[in-house]
């Protein structure tokens, strides 16, 4: 497997090299640039922005820009924020542990709910409860994610109260109570509707797939055989029926593995998340390049290793897959 590892990250690099110019190039064809935000607030005259575009290196051709990119990045150096001033690592490391903490929780709680979902509906095929699930699957498939997440605001923080205290029963957004010291409680009560939010929809279709790939495998001979053998109910659904069932969902999983780093952009903005998902939009409105560049690439790299990581599970999940 290492071999196999190894194998696929080396042929990869030319990918990663692809999508860079790629993305490069889009960034600098669009309107607007990292000086623009000046520009519209009229706050430099033009030789101060002149100045500014000469110290960022906008003036220069866009392949030497580019080769000046990729030079700092194999170096370790990802470039400066524009409008902070700030180390672009920097600025990723302070907003990394939000997302990675809400993405976490979501996806934990999503898996927690799905797979013991998907298991049960297929086996009770056409029961009242696989009807139920079939229809709420539809319903959290087709509903836009942002319109889930502003109903949720508009039924438990503007609704809602709590009888105790008369507040609003959740909060609106952010990671903690403003002016409080840490809580768990209170971190816990932040997080329950960007987590609601994000796991609705994740619910919906890890559910889904689960039951119609189930449905699939418990019919296999091997299964019949095992149930000869006269192993419980239970051992044969999960383990010669989940295990195998499980290959498509490892692939939906694998897809959304560099949501952990880059968050859900719909549900930072609208819960105030101080995450990775606000930050590229913040970066997006400000035109800041080595930031959004930044971003963009570290997400191609966890999706490279997101699928490697995959396939490297089919084979544990399925003996008969080989990796030669």
């Known amino acids: 497997m290492v071999a196999f590892a190894i194998r696929r990250?080396?042929?990869?690099?030319?990918?990663?090299?692809?999508?860079?110019?790629?993305?490069?190039?889009?960034?600098?064809?669009?309107?607007?640039?990292?000086?623009?935000a000046y520009m519209r607030r009229g706050s430099m005259n033009a030789a101060d922005l002149a100045a500014l575009e000469q110290k960022l290196g906008l003036n220069d051709p866009l392949p030497v820009q580019y080769g000046k990119w990729l030079g700092r990045v194999v170096q370790g150096d990802l470039g400066m924020a524009v409008t902070t001033k700030r180390p672009?690592?920097?600025?990723?490391?302070?907003?990394?542990?939000?997302?990675?903490?809400?993405?976490?929780?979501?996806?934990?709680?999503?898996?927690?709910?799905?797979?013991?979902?998907?298991?049960?509906?297929?086996?009770?095929?056409?029961?009242?409860?696989?009807?139920?699930v079939t229809m709420l699957t539809f319903i959290g498939q087709s509903i836009p994610i942002f319109w889930?997440?502003?109903?949720?605001?508009?039924?438990?923080?503007?609704?809602?109260?709590?009888?105790?205290t008369g507040e609003p029963l959740m909060p609106a957004g952010g990671v903690a109570t403003m002016?409080?010291?840490?809580?768990?409680?209170?971190?816990?009560?932040?997080?329950?509707?960007?987590?609601?939010?994000?796991?609705?929809?994740?619910?919906?279709?890890?559910?889904?797939?689960?039951?119609?790939?189930?449905?699939?495998t418990i019919h296999q001979d091997y299964v019949r055989t095992a149930r000869a053998k006269g192993l419980s109910e239970r051992?044969?659904?999960?383990?010669?029926?989940?295990?195998?069932?499980?290959?498509?969902?490892?692939?939906l999983m694998a897809l959304d593995v560099p949501f952990l780093f880059t968050g859900a952009l719909f549900t930072e903005v609208i819960f105030a998340w101080p995450g990775m998902g606000r930050l590229f939009y913040a970066a997006a409105e400000r035109r800041d390049y080595g930031l959004l560049m930044a971003i963009i690439m570290i997400t191609s790299v966890l999706i490279v290793l997101a699928n490697i990581l995959a396939d490297m599970l089919y084979a544990w999940l399925d003996p008969r897959i080989r990796l030669s």
């Not at 889930?148 to 109260?161: D, N, P, S, T, V």
């Not at 509707?193 to 449905?215: D, N």
Request: hydrophobic share 60%; glycine share 6%.
């Open 9 to 36: 990250i080396v042929g990869a690099i030319p990918l990663l090299l692809f999508v860079s110019v790629a993305v490069f190039a889009l960034l600098h064809a669009a309107p607007g640039g990292p000086t623009g």
């Open 179 to 216: 002016g409080a010291p840490f809580s768990l409680t209170d971190r816990i009560h932040h997080l329950i509707l960007p987590v609601t939010m994000l796991a609705a929809g994740w619910v919906a279709w890890y559910s889904r797939f689960l039951r119609a790939s189930m449905l699939e």
């Open 88 to 132: 672009v690592a920097v600025e990723i490391m302070d907003r990394l542990p939000h997302t990675l903490t809400l993405m976490a929780v979501a996806w934990g709680a999503t898996l927690l709910i799905a797979i013991p979902i998907g298991i049960f509906s297929a086996v009770r095929q056409y029961s009242k409860f696989d009807h139920a």
């Open 235 to 251: 051992l044969v659904i999960l383990r010669h029926g989940f295990r195998n069932a499980a290959i498509p969902l490892v692939t």
């Open 148 to 164: 889930f997440g502003l109903i949720l605001l508009l039924i438990f923080y503007m609704r809602l109260e709590n009888p105790f």
